[in-house]
């Protein structure tokens, strides 16, 4: 767990990270959840390729 916790500030932070992962934290209880974007729940239906899915994410995003 340590080793997660220094990854997340590492990069820049919670609010550097992808809707999708600041929800999460949310449903965990570590980020307040007005913090998040709203989103419609309609748009978890769209297919993950589409770039407006919450759970996409470009390869820049994933870069260490």
């Known amino acids: 767990m340590d080793k997660e916790r220094k990854w997340i ?5 919670i609010t550097c990270i992808p809707s ?11 980020f307040d959840r007005k913090g998040n974007d709203p989103l419609p729940p309609e748009i978890w239906l769209l297919p993950y390729f589409v770039h407006m899915h919450p759970g996409f994410s470009s390869s820049s995003s994933l870069a260490s």
């Open 20 to 30: 999708w992962g600041i929800m999460w934290l949310s449903v965990l209880g570590v």
């Open 9 to 13: 500030p590492d990069r820049g932070g």
